[in-house]
């Protein structure tokens, strides 16, 4: 098992930026953020694998949202810059311990308890 927990959501202006962390228990292989709003499915936003290259992101946030990864810490983050008001939505953080990458949200064995980050006009 891994335990994730999931810090630094919030309120913030459009335009602006928030940086979202997530602590796992142990390392796992691939990590990344997915993010939900009522009344829809959840959705890929970012992945990265342990070797911390060649990460992905949904088409949505290309260009202004930035995954890392801080294997020392078992540690993944998410810098969101730029943000919109489209972006508005509880964001969750989620493992896999499988060795082989996929974005698709039911392949991940592990997931935070989310946090919601709003951002207003």
């Known amino acids: 098992q891994v335990q994730l927990v999931e810090s630094g959501g919030g309120l913030v202006q459009a335009g602006g930026s928030l940086r979202l962390s997530c602590a796992a228990s142990?390392?796992?292989?691939?990590m990344g953020w997915f993010r939900q709003t009522p009344g829809k499915e959840r959705e890929f936003v970012a992945a990265?694998?342990?070797?911390?290259?060649?990460?992905d992101y949904a088409d949505s946030v290309k260009g202004r949202f930035t995954i890392s990864r801080d294997n020392a810490k078992n540690t993944v983050y998410l810098q969101m810059n730029s943000l919109k008001l489209e972006d508005t939505a509880v964001y969750y953080c989620?493992?896999?311990?499988?060795?082989?990458?996929?974005?698709?949200?039911?392949?991940?064995?592990?997931w935070g308890q989310g946090t919601q980050v709003t951002v207003s006009s």
């Open positions: 989620a493992a896999r311990d499988g060795m082989w990458y996929t974005n698709s949200a039911r392949e991940y064995d592990y």
């Open positions: 990265v694998v342990e070797s911390d290259t060649n990460p």
């Open positions: 142990r390392r796992t292989f691939t």
